[in-house]
C-alpha cells in the first residue's frame, strides 16, 4: 500500500496520564514477523510508509517511553509520525517551552531510573538552545537519546531562505565535546542502527547523551520496500566489566589489614540492593564512610559508621579523618584529588592506600576538564562500585572468616540533635531547613533538588531514592527541569517529589513547569526566594575583602529585586497551585501541608518561602556548602 493511503491510528483525545508501570501495557502499532533464523524483525504494519516512521518504529522498539521536545519544522516529518503512526504513545511526547528544559528533564529522569528518555531538537537552533542542559547530562554521567534535524542536505531540495539559515554541516560538531556519540545517517536502515548504537552507547557505563540527527529528506521520503528492525535486545548495552578475581582479593586484603579504612561513597546505583551491600560492606570492615551532597543517596546518613553529614566541600573534621585514615576507597568519588587537597594539603603526600573504582577515565576528552586532577590510585579498578561491592564483600567476610560486623575503627556518629526552627520572624535558609526536615521525616520523599548553601547537617537520607543529587555541570537553570524529569519517573509510586529551588535558578527556567501542569505531573516545588543571585554576593564579597575594597558594594548587580520577582503568579500563570509569599517557619510549614495535599491530588504545587539573604553555614563559621562557581 503506498504511504498515506491508509488512516492512521485513533489518537487519545486526551493526554494519557496513565502511570510509570503502565507504559509497558501500550499497544503495538506495528506488527513483527521473524524470518526462519528468528533473527530479523520485519514490520508488516501496512502504514509504515515514510522514513520518520521507521523512526518512530524504533523508538517504541527501544521501550523509549517519553520523547521531549519543542517542535520544529525540520523534523515535522518524524512529528508526524510520533503522532499519526504510534499514536503519541510509547513514546508520549512531553511538550516543552524551551530545549533546554527537554534535555534537563530527561536528565531528571534518568537520575531515577538510569535509562534514557528521548529529546527532539529542532536543528541548529533548539540544539544551541539546549546545550547547557546537555553539558550537566555529560557532567552527571546519565543515559539521554536526543534526535536533531537538519538540511534537507541536498541544497537543491532546500526550501528558499528557512531551510538554509536551520541547516548545518556536522551539526553535531555543536555538542561533540561533551556528548558520548553522534551520526548523522544517510538512509532508513542507516537510521535504524544508529538508533540502536545510539541507545547502546548512551546506556553504556559510563553513560551520556547520544545525539543522531536526521536529514529532513530522509525523514519525509517514502520507504522503498520493507524495511528491517533487528530485535533491540541484541544490541543491548550489556554490563560493566566485573573487576578482576585479583583486583579484587588484593583490595580485599588492603581493607581487612586495615587500622583505618574509609569508603568514599560517590557515583552508585539507586537499586535498594546495591544500597544494601554497601552497607554490609561498610559494616564487615568497620570503615568510615563518607558521602557527597554533589552525588544522590548512597549510605544511611544515620548509620553510625557515617561520622559526618554529606557534604559539598570537606569540612575540617573530615580532613581529619581522611589524615588518619591507612586505606581509602573510592567508589566513583567525584574529584578524589581535589578532596585529597582540601583535606590533606595540596602538596601533600596521600600517605593512605587508595582504591579508587571508576570507569570514568573512559570517558575523558581534552576539552571538558570535568576529568577533576588526577589523584593517585595504588589499586585502579576499572569497573562500577556496585559490580565491585558484591565481590569485594564476599572475598571480605572469607578473609576474615565471618559474616558478623568488624568493631568500628573510627569514632560512631554522633547524630546531631537539631533546635526547632525560629518561630518568629523571616526564615533563614537554616529555619528552612529544619522545617523541610521535620516534613520529610514524616514522609517517603524524594528530594529532587536542594538549593544552593543548603545546610547538609539538617539533611537525612535511608533510601536510594531520598535524594537523587546535583545537576553536575553546574548550570543554574536546570532544577526546574530536573526535578520535573525526576517526579515524572516517581509518578505513582507513592514517593512525594520535592525540590527546593534558588529563585534565580527558577526564574532562569520557570517556564519549564508549564509541562508539569500539562502533564499533570505532581510535583512540590518550595522557592528558598533570598532574591539575590546569593552565590555571587558571596563571591564579591571575597573580591572586596581581598582588594580592600568596600564590602556594602557586594550587592551591586546581584539583586532579583525591586521589583520583586511575583514567584507564585509566574507558577500560577503556568498552570500550577501555590502560594506565598511566606516568611515565617509556622506559615511555611503549614504551606508544605496544604503543598501536599495538592500533590497528593496529582497537581504540581509550588511554595514561595521568603529568607534572608545569606547561607546558612556561613553564620556558624564553617565552610559553605554548595558554591557553584
Ligand atoms: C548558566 C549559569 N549562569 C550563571 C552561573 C553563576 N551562578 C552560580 S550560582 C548563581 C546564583 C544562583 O542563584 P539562586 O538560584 O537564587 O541561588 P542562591 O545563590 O541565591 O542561593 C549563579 C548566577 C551558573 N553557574 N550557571
Ligand atoms: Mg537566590
Request: proline share 8%; net charge negative.
Amino acid at each position: 500500500m503506498r504511504p498515506g493511503t491508509t488512516p492512521g491510528p485513533q489518537i487519545e483525545a486526551n493526554p494519557d496520564t496513565r502511570q510509570y508501570a503502565d507504559h509497558n501495557q501500550s499497544l503495538p502499532i506495528a506488527t513483527a514477523t521473524f524470518d526462519d533464523k528468528d533473527t530479523l524483525v520485519r514490520s508488516t504494519n501496512p502504514q509504515l510508509g515514510w522514513g520518520s516512521d521507521a523512526v518512530a518504529e524504533m523508538l517504541r522498539r527501544l521501550d523509549l517511553r517519553y520523547i521531549a521536545l519543542v517542535p520544529g519544522s525540520s523534523y515535522r516529518g518524524l512529528h508526524d509520525s510520533l503522532v499519526n503512526y504510534l499514536g503519541n504513545r510509547d513514546p508520549k511526547m512531553l511538550v516543552c517551552l524551551h530545549e533546554e528544559h527537554a534535555v534537563a528533564i530527561a536528565h531528571g529522569y534518568a537520575k531515577v531510573t538510569e535509562r534514557p528518555m528521548a529529546v527532539a531538537l529542532h536543528s541548529g537552533v533548539g540544539l544551541m538552545h539546549a546545550t547547557m542542559a546537555i553539558y550537566n547530562v555529560w557532567c552527571a554521567r546519565l543515559p539521554v537519546v536526543m534526535l536533531g534535524a537538519t538540511g534537507p542536505g541536498d541544497a537543491n531540495m532546500r526550501r528558499p531562505w528557512i531551510d538554509w539559515i536551520h541547516t548545518a554541516k556536522d551539526q553535531g560538531a555543536l555538542i561533540r565535546n561533551y556528548s558520548k556519540w553522534d551520526d548523522e545517517p544517510r538512509s532508513v536502515p542507516a537510521v535504524v542502527e544508529s538508533l540502536l548504537r545510539a541507545c547502546q552507547i548512551a546506556c553504556t557505563p559510563p553513560c551520556g547523551p547520544t545525539y543522531v540527527c536526521l536529514d529532513v529528506a530522509l525523514q519525509e521520503g517514502a520507504i522503498a520496500g520493507e524495511i528491517s528492525f533487528p530485535d533491540p535486545a541484541r544490541f543491548a548495552a550489556g554490563q560493566a566489566p566485573a573487576p578482576a578475581a585479583e583486583v579484587v582479593e588484593d583490595a580485599a586484603r588492603l581493607l581487612v589489614a586495615a587500622k583505618r579504612p574509609v569508603i568514599l561513597m560517590g557515583r552508585v546505583s539507586r537499586r535498594e540492593d546495591d544500597w544494601r551491600v554497601r552497607i554490609d560492606l561498610a559494616e564487615a570492615l568497620g570503615a568510615a564512610v563518607l558521602t557527597d551532597m554533589k552525588t544522590s543517596a548512597a549510605f544511611p546518613t544515620e548509620h553510625p559508621l557515617h561520622p559526618f553529614e554529606p557534604r559539598f566541600r570537606p569540612s575540617p573534621a573530615v580532613a581529619e579523618l581522611l589524615k588518619e585514615a591507612d586505606v581509602i576507597l573510592s567508589l566513583d568519588w567525584i574529584d578524589l584529588k581535589g578532596e585529597f587537597d582540601q583535606t590533606l594539603g595540596k602538596d601533600q603526600q596521600v600517605r593512605a592506600k587508595i582504591i579508587h573504582c571508576s570507569l570514568d577515565r573512559y570517558l575523558h576528552n581534552g576539552w571538558s576538564m570535568d576529568y577533576y586532577g588526577l589523584p593517585p590510585a595504588d589499586l585502579p579498578i576499572l569497573s562500577t562500585p556496585d559490580m565491585l561491592a558484591k565481590p569485594l564483600l564476599a572475598a571480605i567476610r572469607r578473609l576474615r572468616g565471618t559474616d558478623a560486623p568488624a568493631p568500628a575503627k573510627f569514632p560512631l556518629r554522633q547524630a546531631p540533635t537539631l533546635p526547632p526552627p525560629r518561630a518568629t520572624g523571616m526564615m533563614g535558609l537554616r529555619d528552612l531547613a529544619l522545617v523541610i526536615r521535620r516534613f520529610v521525616d514524616a514522609r517517603d520523599v524524594t528530594v529532587a533538588n536542594y538549593s544552593l548553601g543548603w545546610p547538609s547537617d539538617t539533611v537525612s537520607f535511608d533510601h536510594p531514592l531520598d535524594y537523587v543529587g546535583f545537576d553536575s555541570g553546574g548550570g543554574v537553570g536546570s532544577g526546574p527541569g530536573n526535578a520535573i524529569g525526576t517526579a515524572l519517573a516517581l509518578k505513582g509510586s507513592g514517593r512525594l517529589v520535592l525540590a527546593i529551588i534558588g529563585d534565580g535558578d527558577f526564574a532562569m527556567a520557570c517556564n519549564a513547569f508549564w509541562t508539569a501542569a500539562h502533564m499533570e505531573i505532581p510535583l512540590l516545588v518550595v522557592v528558598a526566594n533570598n532574591r539575590s543571585y546569593y552565590n555571587d554576593v558571596a563571591h564579591q564579597e571575597r573580591m572586596a575583602l581581598l582588594r580592600g575594597r568596600p564590602v556594602e558594594n557586594k550587592f551591586i548587580g546581584q539583586e532579583i529585586d525591586n521589583p520583586p520577582l511575583d514567584i507564585v503568579a509566574i507558577a500560577r500563570a503556568q498552570g500550577l497551585d501555590g502560594e506565598g509569599p511566606v516568611e515565617t517557619s509556622g506559615d511555611f510549614a503549614a504551606a508544605l501541608e496544604r503543598g501536599e495535599a495538592a500533590v497528593r491530588a496529582g497537581r504540581a504545587y509550588l511554595i514561595d518561602a521568603r529568607i534572608h539573604v545569606g547561607y546558612a553555614d556561613e553564620a556558624r563559621g564553617e565552610h559553605t556548602a554548595g558554591r557553584k562557581s
